[in-house]
């Protein structure tokens, strides 16, 4: 992992902390090394050897999610290497395995839910996805979706899934309804990423 690396998934984590998008610089090396300041160069530095050493195993993606959780929008290079974040990661990590394992079943059963609906709609193209998250419920006030996930019929991280990569775009009334996932978008789009290719496996099942 190259320093590179580092910076740009800070900033990458940091945008989707902050909801706002950001820019990389085009030649990152000389703006760490000519426009950071020297403590903030030197704790980016030693960040990316700690990523190469004793940390390889951990996830950067997850540890800087676990540094805005914790420290919210001051969270910056000076906070870098805080104890709390390494001991909140840990605890976030053990929970999320366990989480994962969990929605690894749900995702299987959703897609199986998915296929069902089609079949029972007469829906013999191979965009699926794309015509299931178009659907509304019988009121036309909120997406089918939606109401699947509110009754269980599809997994939590599916429909990030959905609504992360736009196949779902969410009308306010959906947003009311769904406000767990709302509130706690950072974490289910972390936990998402995780069986991310669990998910894109069943999709090409699915429509194949």
């Known amino acids: ?16 902390y902050k909801n706002k998008p950001y820019r990389i610089p085009k030649d990152i090396k000389s703006h760490i090394d000519n426009k950071m ?14 990523f190469n050493t004793k940390w390889k195993d951990i996830s950067i993606d997850r540890y800087f999610e676990s540094g805005f959780e914790l420290f919210g929008e001051n969270f910056s290079y000076n906070n870098f290497f805080s104890d709390k974040i390494i001991k909140y990661y840990i605890q976030i990590d053990k929970n999320k ?9 749900e995702i299987i059963e ?11 709609k007469n829906y013999t193209e191979k965009n699926i996805v794309s015509w299931y998250c178009k659907l509304f419920n019988s009121t036309n006030y909120i997406h ?4 699947d996930y509110l009754k269980n019929k599809i997994d939590k991280l599916l429909i990030t899934y959905f609504i992360y990569y736009k196949h779902l775009k969410l009308s306010e009334e959906d947003r009311q309804k769904i406000p767990y996932i709302i ?7 972390s936990s998402m990423r995780d069986i991310e290719s669990l998910i894109k496996k069943c999709i090409i099942k699915v429509e194949s």
């Open 37 to 50: 300041s020297k403590p903030n160069r030197e704790n980016i530095v030693k960040l990316t050897h700690f």
């Open 97 to 105: 395995k366990r989480n994962i394992e969990i929605s690894k079943k």
């Open 1 to 16: 992992m190259e320093i590179e690396d580092v910076y740009s998934t800070y900033r990458k984590i940091q945008s989707i």
């Open 144 to 147: 089918g979706a939606v109401e």
């Open 183 to 189: 509130e706690k978008w950072r974490e289910h789009v």
């Open 110 to 120: 959703s897609f199986k839910y998915i296929k069902l609906l089609a079949k029972e």
